[in-house]
């Protein structure tokens, strides 16, 4: 069977059990039952499982695969941040985009990040990376892949993980209302291609890397401010972007 067969003749039985050992809140779970039981997850699976029992470091740990789901369950999604794949070398991925844990040095991706989000609603610059208290606060801290090998940046890229996003950013697409999608980079606006505009904000630039960022388009896009008056324009709380220090 090909890594992408979609044939795919299971039972309810045999699709409950599968959701069963899902760790997912129960509302996305409910929502991305069709996919999580899937021949394509049944493949990523596999290869996941094969990754995980070699001689390679895989990040994030297992245990943090889908900590951006279980931080910020469906019906509390108001911000959806896309990010790539996990950072790559050890200690930083922990299964939520751009976040590293709080001992780790912040990469200098987040760096301009929160430098742009301090230059845009003035929030104290925070002494680290640790994006928890947004993931808490309704964003979606999103990586297209949720898995890497150590030092091999996109090498999880094509096993699945793919179809498996596409599916998330559907849902959230098609089950709430006046949703912020910021994209950073060509790849992530690629991947947003299909979001509704009539139901939700789009905000764009490019990857805050610096050899993207320093071109110019990053520094100066108010993506945080925009957010918080859209959220607000459509009865909602803003997010308090503030890291706690």
């Known amino acids: 069977?090909?890594?992408f067969d979609e044939t795919n003749t299971k039972t309810p039985e045999q699709k409950q059990a599968i959701l069963d050992k899902v760790r997912?809140?129960?509302?996305?779970k409910t929502a991305l039952a069709d996919e999580l039981t899937s021949a394509n997850m049944d493949n990523l699976r596999?290869?996941?499982?094969?990754e995980y029992q070699s001689q390679n470091s895989i990040y994030p740990p297992a245990h943090l695969m889908f900590n951006a789901f279980n931080?910020?369950?469906?019906?509390?999604?108001?911000?959806?941040?896309?990010?790539?794949?996990?950072?790559?070398?050890?200690?930083?991925?922990?299964?939520?985009?751009?976040?590293?844990?709080?001992?780790?040095?912040?990469?200098?991706?987040?760096?301009n990040v929160l430098k742009e989000m301090a230059d845009d609603i003035g929030t104290q610059h925070s002494a680290h990376g640790d994006l928890t208290h947004w993931a808490q606060e309704g964003v979606l801290l999103l990586n297209s892949s949720l898995t890497v090998k150590e030092g091999e940046p996109n090498s999880h890229q094509n096993k699945g993980w793919e179809q498996f996003t596409d599916a998330v950013i559907d849902v959230v697409n098609e089950q709430t209302e006046h949703t912020v999608f910021i994209l950073w980079g060509s790849k992530a606006q690629k991947k947003g291609k299909y979001i509704d505009t009539d139901k939700h904000l789009i905000l764009t630039a490019v990857h805050p890397s610096p050899l993207a960022a320093n071109r110019g388009g990053f520094f100066g896009s108010k993506p945080f401010s925009k957010t918080n008056d859209y959220l607000s324009q459509h009865g909602q709380t803003p997010i308090d972007w503030q890291l706690p220090q």
């Open 71 to 111: 931080l910020t369950p469906l019906s509390q999604v108001k911000v959806v941040i896309l990010g790539q794949d996990p950072y790559h070398r050890p200690g930083q991925a922990m299964g939520l985009s751009f976040s590293v844990p709080k001992a780790i040095p912040k990469p200098p991706s987040l760096n």
């Open 46 to 50: 596999a290869f996941l499982k094969e």
């Open 1 to 3: 069977m090909g890594l």
């Open 24 to 28: 997912l809140p129960e509302d996305w």
